[in-house]
């Protein structure tokens, strides 16, 4: 059984470390090559998304809206996306804040405001944004957040 789990592993690394797209994932804070690969085969090709907020409510990140007239009510995130996906990017978001002071002071703001389990899916949802624009404009972290693209 371990030497079937073995040779698995040791796949999905290889697929991991020759995927250029995954590569560029792993630069984002918080992000290791296992969900990196898992997120960009969630997101494939990212020109189907029209904007990053599309591709953040594909993967269940965004709050629920319910409007009624001139009323309007933001609930809960809407979880349309896959569940697994979600609960690996809020792993990914708890690494990330350890390690990345834009993360870290994202997080402490929101925390501040809303609480600590919706800064947590702030974060996580912030990490796909990144994801979403590192795909599209095929640069790293670093060159997204200094905008040299």
Not at 59 to 65: D, F, H, I, M, Y
Not at 81 to 100: E, F, H, N, T, Y
Not at 113 to 127: H, L
């Amino acid at each position: 059984m371990n030497s079937i789990i073995d040779e698995l592993e040791s796949a999905i690394r290889e697929i991991a470390a020759n995927d250029e797209r995954v590569k560029l994932l792993d630069t984002i804070p918080g992000i290791a090559p296992y969900s990196a690969l898992y997120l960009s085969t969630m997101l494939d090709d990212v020109g189907r998304f029209h904007d990053s907020k599309q591709a953040a409510a594909y993967l269940g990140l965004v709050p629920s809206l319910h409007q009624s007239g001139d009323v309007s009510y933001t609930g809960h995130i809407t979880k349309a996306g896959d569940p697994v996906l979600r609960s690996i990017l809020i792993q990914c978001a708890r690494a990330g804040i350890k390690s990345d002071k834009r993360l870290k002071e994202f997080y402490l703001r929101i925390k501040r405001k809303r609480g600590e389990k919706k800064a947590i899916i702030a974060v996580a949802r912030k990490i796909v944004v990144y994801a979403y624009w590192i795909l599209k404009k095929n640069v790293t972290y670093k060159e997204l957040i200094l905008g040299r693209n």
